[in-house]
């Protein structure tokens, strides 16, 4: 059974910085790309990075381009996401993603999603 596990989500201030993590089991890790997207009260949910099996290629929504950045460790079975220069627009529930295909920023091209994390991010 496949489990992807958010952790790191919290309250913060504005230019405050949070380490999202997420924890995978039941799967090839390695061998799946990933994701980071994210959801607001009453939004759709959005994009927010995604990196290839090796970590090599990244792709950034232009929102969170200079601020975030995506990371993996696959000895670990472990995605990461550091958020610095957080923004109150930030605020929304993260989510981690995993699909064995292609770098992608569309939610239906992943197979499998955690139940989420929420950021919180004050003015």
């Known amino acids: 059974q496949v489990q992807l596990v958010e952790s790191g989500g919290g309250l913060v201030q504005a230019g405050g910085s949070l380490r999202l993590s997420c924890a995978a089991s039941?799967?090839?890790?390695?061998?799946?790309?990933m994701g980071w997207f994210r959801q607001a009260p009453g939004k759709e949910r959005e994009f927010v990075a995604a990196i290839t099996w090796t970590g090599s290629v990244t792709d950034n929504a232009d929102s969170v381009k200079g601020r975030f950045t995506i990371s993996r460790d696959n000895a670990n079975n472990s995605l990461y996401l550091q958020m610095n220069s957080l923004k109150p627009e930030d605020t929304a529930v993260y989510f981690c993603a995993a699909n064995p295909h292609l770098l992608s920023r569309t939610t239906a091209r992943y197979d499998y999603w955690g139940q989420g994390t929420q950021v919180t991010v004050s003015p």
């Open positions: 039941g799967l090839a890790f390695s061998r799946h790309f």
